[in-house]
């Protein structure tokens, strides 16, 4: 029995308790953003964030970023999202493309999609090859771990939704003209290969969920429960990273 087999998707919030709880979760994330990016009583800089979306199509990923930076202020953070490989990026490494985008100390960055296309659909689609992706479960873990050990404070989140409901979602984007553009072909036929997709979601799980930086697996079947559980669950990361944070910040002079 695999992580996704054990998620609730009959679990949902009311309005008004989804209303509720955003709002406090929204409040609180504001002000550790403040924080961590030296705006409050303290010009410190605190540890950077990397929020890391993956899921199923249509799980809600774009929902539960636009929940997150909603309360913030636009200067202070990135959304990075990723296409296929540049013919340039395809002659690098796989994780060179996204170090330019990572945060800093201080800063936050969210990544609609990620590294992760390596042991997904690099993987199920034959992009990667076999030896390729096998390895890459460590070689991501190394790079997570080194970032963490830095200063960045990564949070992982998986949003699955069952194959009705994403029908559902997808009939309904197919009809609204200003949200068709959402849908493609390629997420019809990713529909037939759902049982390869959860298989490898599922060694990914096992081989990429480590200590420093787990992965927190989210029933995205209703949207408002999910998207409070995403921010909840973010500023509980940030909390317990600021607290571990003991990285030193250099001051103009020399090292602090």
Do not use: C
């Not at 799980?205 to 420093?212: I, P, V």
């Amino acid at each position: 029995m695999g992580r996704l087999d054990e998620l609730d998707f009959t679990a949902r919030l009311s309005t008004e308790e989804y209303e509720q709880r955003l709002y406090t979760a929204q409040r609180r994330l504001l002000e550790l953003r403040l924080e961590i990016g030296g705006h409050l009583d303290s010009p410190d800089l605190g540890p950077g964030v990397a929020v890391v979306l993956e899921g199923s199509d249509a799980g809600g990923k774009g929902g539960a970023i636009k929940r997150i930076v909603e309360p913030l202020d636009p200067r202070h953070y990135r959304v990075n999202a990723y296409a296929k490989p540049t013919f340039d990026e395809k002659r690098k490494h796989f994780l060179w493309r996204f170090w330019q985008d990572l945060p800093g100390l201080g800063g936050m960055a969210l990544f609609d999609r990620s590294w992760y296309g390596r042991v997904l659909v690099e993987r199920v689609e034959g992009y990667a090859s076999k030896a390729q992706w096998k390895r890459a479960y460590d070689e991501i873990v190394q790079f997570e771990r080194n970032l963490v050990l830095e200063g960045v404070i990564i949070v992982k989140f998986w949003l699955q939704i069952t194959p009705d409901e994403q029908l559902r979602r997808f009939e309904k984007r197919q009809v609204d003209p200003l949200r068709k553009w959402k849908l493609t072909d390629e997420d019809w036929r990713n529909r037939d290969k759902i049982d390869r997709y959860n298989a490898a979601v599922e060694d990914m799980f096992r081989k990429t969920d480590h200590e420093l930086a787990p992965w927190h697996v989210v029933s995205g079947e209703q949207k408002k429960r999910a998207r409070v559980e995403v921010l909840e669950t973010l500023v509980r990361r940030i909390e317990d990273g600021i607290e571990a944070f003991e990285h030193p910040v250099p001051d103009e002079n020399g090292w602090a």
